[in-house]
């Protein structure tokens, strides 16, 4: 064997060791990671907000979310399904998106009558059917209504020290009483995020979790 091959072996059975045997100090081993627990809430192209709240209306901030360049707007809609169940007063967030969706709970769901899928935002194919009412117009979607599937932001920095990569799902351990356990979680990275864990209301309600908790990431399953 070569000097450069036995180096490079050396290296890769080194590294190998470490991972096995890092220190339990390391970010992926200590609660870090905060969790910030998400209400019902809605997205909307430009084109769905001409139709809710009048052409070329902007959307007024009400307070910056935790992810930069995100924001809580004043601005509200009631969603309606198919059976004329409805909820009133759910937010609007900001900026605008390319689509246009309701991110509910599951008991949400169960209240309208839909049967939500749990979903990467976004990932609108198949999901149920949802009206959105403004001050200014009616908007019917075809498809819209999901749950969103716990997730945690992240920037590439932060999946380097925690050895994830964007949509690896993980067990996720939330510090607390309870010591609760979320399985599942997706990793969603951007250089735009900020760490954090999303749960929603009911995942949070369950465990008697709050936004002051923190989490860490216990296991890794790599897509």
């Given amino acids: ?96 998106r390319e689509y246009t969706q309701a991110e509910l709970s599951i008991t949400d769901g169960y209240f309208l009558g839909l049967d939500l899928p749990t979903r990467i935002s976004g990932n609108l194919k198949g999901s149920p059917p949802i009206i959105f009412m403004g001050p200014q117009g009616v908007l019917t979607l075809s498809e819209g209504a999901i749950r969103a599937a716990r997730h945690i932001h992240m920037t590439p920095e932060n999946a380097e020290s925690y050895q994830v990569k964007n949509g690896d799902r993980v067990k996720v351990e939330v510090s607390g009483d309870h010591g609760v356990i979320y399985k599942d979680v997706v990793i969603r990275v951007s250089q735009k995020s900020k760490l954090a864990l999303h749960l929603d209301t009911d995942e949070a309600n369950a465990g008697n979790v709050e936004n002051k908790c923190l989490a860490r990431i216990i296991k890794k399953f790599f897509h």
């Avoid at 890092?22 to 809605?42: G, R």
């Avoid at 052409?55 to 009631?78: C, H, I, M, W």
């Fill in 1 to 96: 064997m070569e000097e450069k091959d036995y180096k490079k072996l050396v290296d890769m059975i080194t590294e190998t060791i470490y991972r096995e045997i890092k220190p339990k100090d390391e970010p992926s081993n200590l609660f870090s990671i905060p969790v910030e627990i998400s209400n019902h809430h809605v997205h909307l192209t430009r084109g769905s907000l001409d139709i809710l709240y009048g052409k070329d209306y902007e959307l007024t901030k009400l307070r910056d979310l935790s992810q930069p360049g995100e924001f809580a707007s004043n601005e509200q809609v009631s969603i309606v399904s198919a059976n004329m169940k409805f909820i009133e007063k759910v937010r609007i967030l900001g900026p605008l």
